[in-house]
T-cell receptor, first 113, second 115 residues
Framework: TQLLEQSPQFLSIQEGENLTVYCNSSSVFSSLQWYRQEPGEGPVLLVT?????EVKKLKRLTFQFGDARKDSSLHITAAQPGDTGLYLC?????????????FGQGTELSVKP | DAGVIQSPRHEVTEMGQEVTLRCKPI?????LFWYRQTMMRGLELLIY????????DSGMPEDRFSAKMPNASFSTLKIQPSEPRDSAVYFCASRKRQTNTGELFFGEGSRLTVL
């Protein structure tokens, strides 16, 4: 059974601070996605990483896929109150096996002004 | 373009009643996923379909849960009989399965409360 473990589960920081969220597994994934979810809505895709060691940047957000494609991280620089939300990582098993997409538990981020 | 449409948005029912949740995926998408979200367990994959065919239903909790996808534009998730522990937000999501980078598009969810 493939599992994705996210840490920390909860994070409360002040505006302007930096933070990192981790997503770890003992399984190899063909790709890994990061989503953000607002209250009362479904998750929305932020980024997809595919290649081991890949780094992608989205404004103040930096995403990295581990070399072995078993882990990923999300780093936010100078967090703002608008970054508040639930961040979810999602891993896809071997695409040729059907495209199963499983999610981590999520990291609830609160950025205080 | 319309996104993934789920109904009902909210349902409150009593233990033992049958519950049917509905989903209309985005037109042209050929993969559909049903997830359940709770505070304790996060977003759990229940079942997913490719081209209307169920691929993996290992996440379905027990025989009380069943899902169908009779055509490319409609899917249902049924719980019979419902129990209080089924209370959760149920999400339907769809995507175009062409490569392993396909974005999942989620509906707004169906919040189920079983009393």
């Amino acid at each position: 059974t493939q599992l994705l473990e996210q840490s920390p589960q909860f994070l409360s920081i002040q505006e302007g601070e930096n933070l990192t969220v981790y997503c770890n597994s003992s399984s190899v994934f063909s790709s890994l996605q990061w989503y953000r979810q607002e209250p009362g809505e479904g998750p929305v895709l932020l980024v997809t990483v595919v290649t081991g060691g890949e780094v992608k940047k989205l404004k103040r957000l930096t995403f990295q896929f581990g070399d072995a494609r078993k882990d990923s991280s999300l780093h936010i620089t100078a967090a703002q109150p608008g970054d508040t939300g639930l961040y979810l990582c999602a891993g896809e098993a071997d695409y040729n096996q059907g495209g199963k997409l499983i999610f981590g538990q999520g990291t609830e981020l609160s950025v205080k002004p | 373009d319309a996104g993934v449409i789920q109904s009902p948005r909210h349902e409150v029912t009593e233990m033992g009643q049958e519950v049917t949740l509905r989903c209309k995926p985005i037109s042209g998408h050929n993969s559909l996923f049903w997830y359940r979200q709770t505070m304790m367990r996060g977003l759990e994959l229940l079942i997913y379909f490719n081209n209307n065919v169920p691929i993996d239903d290992s996440g379905m909790p027990e025989d009380r849960f069943s899902a169908k996808m009779p055509n490319a534009s409609f899917s249902t998730l049924k719980i019979q009989p419902s129990e209080p522990r089924d209370s959760a937000v149920y999400f339907c999501a769809s995507r175009k399965r062409q490569t392993n980078t396909g974005e999942l598009f989620f509906g707004e969810g169906s919040r189920l409360t079983v009393l």
